[in-house]
C-alpha cells in the first residue's frame, strides 16, 4: 500500500478550510472577477461579502461530512501557511465520474503551485474517490491553466462555444478529460 | 389570448397538470429505453406526489408537458433550466415518454417551440445539451432542430458493461436565426 502523504507536496499541502479566518481572505480575491467567475459559474459575477463566502463553505463542508463523495479543501503554502487557492470536487456521479476545479486567489501562485496542487489533486480523486474519469472546466482566456492540464494528461473534449461573457465579449468554455488509465501511464515531460 | 409561440403542427407545450400528468410520468418512468436515454442517474420509480412535488419548484416551472394535438394527449416533457442570464446560456431537457411518437418529429418539433421561447421571448445568446453516444434518435432530433455537436467527453457512462462517450450540443443566437430565415 502506498502511504506517502496524500496532502502533502514540496510547496503546498491541502488542509480543512478554516471558516473563521478563510472567507475573510477569499473575500479580497473577489475583486479579481475571473476568480468569482470560477467559484460561481454561471452566476453573475460581483464581489463576494466574507459572511456570504462563510455561509457557502460551510454549507459545502456540512455537504461532504453527509456524502463523502465530495470534496472542499484549501490550499496553503508549506513555507508559511499562508492560504494560497481551494481544491474542489463538487459531485461525483454513479458512473465514477467527478469534476476537479482549483482555484487560486492570484495569477502568481497559479503559476507557482497550480502544477503540484493539480498532481496532489489527482491523486486524491484517482486514488482515494475511485474516479474512472475526471474533468476541468477551463475559460479560454486562461491560457496558463490550459498549458497545465495539458501538460499532465488531459485531453480537450469540448469547446462549448460563446458560454462565457467577460469584459465584453463572449468567450468559449474548453472542458478537458483524463482518464483513470491515462493518469497511471507515466508522465512525458 | 394563447400566445402561437407555445403551438406547433403536431404538439403544444402546455402546462404540467397536477392532477393528470404526475401518474403518467410515473408510468413512464417503467420504460426502460425512456429512462436510460433521459438521465446518467439510476433508473427510479418515483411515486406521483414525488414527480409533482418535484415539477411545483420554482426552479422547474420553466417545463413543459408535450401534448401531440390529435385528443391533446400528454407525450412527453421539455424544458429549460441552468440559466446563466450573463452569457444568456441555458440547458434544454427533452424526454418522449409515450413510445408510439418515438422517431416521428413530435420530439423536433417540441424542441424548436422551446428554442423560439428561448431565443425570441428570454433573450438567450445559446441553448446547451448532453446526449448519450447511444442515443442516435435523440442526437439526430437536436442536429435536425439546428444544434451543432460541440465535442464529447469519453467514456462518460457506463451501460452494460461498457462505457459511452458524453455528447455536447450547444445552438447560437445567430445559428438559429439563419435556419429561421431558411424556412
Redesign the interface.
Known sequence: MNTTPLFDGKLIRLTYIDLDSDPKIESTWSYDLDYVRGVRE????RLLWPQGIKELREKQVKEAGENRLRAYFAIRSQQDDQLVGFFHVPYI?????GRLDLFFGSAQWEEQFGYEALTIGLRYVFDELNL??V?VVIAEYAASSIRRVIRLGF???????????ARGR?WDQL?F?L?ESEWRLPVKE | MNDPIFTGKLVRLSIFDMDNDPPRLAQWNRNTEYQRLLDSDPAYLWGPKGIGEWFSKEENQNLFVIRALEEDKPIGFVGLDGFNWVAGDAWVGIGIGEPEYWGRGYGTEAMKLVLGYGFRELNLHRVSLCVFEYNQRGYKSYLKAGFVEEGREREWIKRDGRHWDMVYMGILRTEWEALCSEV
Open positions: 454561471g452566476q453573475p459575477p456521479n454513479t458512473n465514477h465520474n474512472y474519469r474533468n485531453k480537450q473534449e469540448v469547446r462549448r462555444r460563446e458560454v462565457i461573457f463572449y472542458r478529460g482518464l
